[in-house]
């Protein structure tokens, strides 16, 4: 079976356009990455694998996303001491080593998370791209959707049994999260790695990550800086 570059839907093997959505197929099983493409709705599609053991960009994605909850539980928490009175230097202690326990456990998590999520995957991340004048999209390719939101779920039960609710949390919005939408006027910093195939694109309160091959890359990357009138290089 073939899957369709644009909606992810299996296809059949001999068929050159998807009976689904019409766009051209392109057996994503097998090729690494792909060339951009134009669509007959405009739109530009391409496919990009990631090696999780050499490419550390989604490692990084998966330690930020941690980080950030485990902030906000511990800030949450601060703020309640702060109305509370409870800010004794006895207290403040009890805190701060709180907060260094969960975060080695977090990152602990984190990191055996990821390389097992690696292992299940072959070592391989394969993301699908949908870009226009009004922004671009990142998503996961339908056979890592599953086994993504299995490993969020088990990060979820382990911050559970752990007692530890940062832990928990970061496993329910990783399997709750398949996709990342960017809208270009909203962008606020468009930043290229090329030595990773990766353009960072950041809005306020959202960070997409866009892969692509080298052949493309500076198509993509003009591309995006021109369509984002507020976004810093």
């Not at 839907?9 to 134009?38: I, W, Y």
């Not at 709705?41 to 391409?46: E, F, I, L, P, S």
């Not at 053991?53 to 800030?75: A, D, H, Q, R």
């Not at 369509?227 to 290089?233: D, E, G, R």
């Amino acid at each position: 079976m073939k899957h369709c570059l644009n909606c992810g839907k299996k296809v059949a093997n001999r068929s050159r356009f998807c009976p689904h959505c019409g766009a051209k197929v392109e057996d994503l099983e097998t090729v690494g990455s792909t060339r951009v493409q134009q669509g007959v709705d405009g739109k530009y599609r391409w496919a990009y694998e990631v090696n999780l053991y050499t490419n550390p960009s989604v490692l990084s994605e998966v330690l930020w996303v941690m980080g950030i909850s485990t902030g906000v539980v511990f800030g949450f928490i601060f703020l309640l001491m702060l109305f509370e009175g409870d800010a004794s230097a006895d207290a403040m202690l009890g805190f701060g080593k709180a907060l260094l326990i969960t975060a080695g456990v977090v990152l602990v998590v984190s990191l055996l998370g990821y390389y097992l999520w690696a292992l299940v995957n072959g070592g391989r991340y394969l993301a699908l791209f949908t870009m226009d004048d009004a922004g671009i999209t990142h998503s996961q390719h339908p056979r890592h959707v599953e086994r993504a939101q299995k490993m969020g779920m088990l990060t979820a039960l382990v911050g559970l049994l752990a007692r530890k609710p940062s832990v928990m949390g970061a496993g329910m919005l990783s399997a709750a999260r398949t996709e990342m939408s960017s809208e270009f006027g909203r962008v606020r910093r468009v930043k290229a790695v090329r030595r990773r195939n990766l353009i960072k694109v950041n809005e306020r309160f959202g960070r997409n990550r866009v892969f692509v091959a080298d052949a493309d890359f500076d198509f993509v990357y003009d591309f995006i800086r021109r369509h984002c009138p507020q976004a810093k290089s």
